[in-house]
């Protein structure tokens, strides 16, 4: 042990899921990335903030193509962010 000098200091970078507060944490960072972002892709942003859950988004379309446009804003946004959206139904 080295008391002469102050010690090291560490930042975790990472949510490890399973711990209490995961599940807000997840949910608060795509939102404030949505919000950020919400000016390009204003229907991905109110989907985000209002039909999403932990990492799902339940939401759908009246088309086909609003449905396709849905899922291009939605990944566009949320890939500015680091996020990847999959499995569609």
Request: some cysteine.
């Amino acid at each position: 042990m080295q008391t002469d000098r102050a010690p090291d200091v560490y930042c975790v970078t990472r949510v490890t899921f399973g711990d209490t507060p995961s599940p807000f944490l997840s949910i608060a960072t795509v939102q404030k990335h949505a919000k950020e972002h919400e000016k390009d892709y204003p229907t991905a942003a109110k989907e985000v903030n209002e039909n999403m859950y932990i990492d799902d988004v339940l939401s759908g379309a009246p088309e086909d193509d609003s449905a396709l446009q849905l899922k291009d804003e939605l990944c566009d946004l949320l890939l500015k962010g680091g996020f990847q959206l999959t499995k569609w139904a």
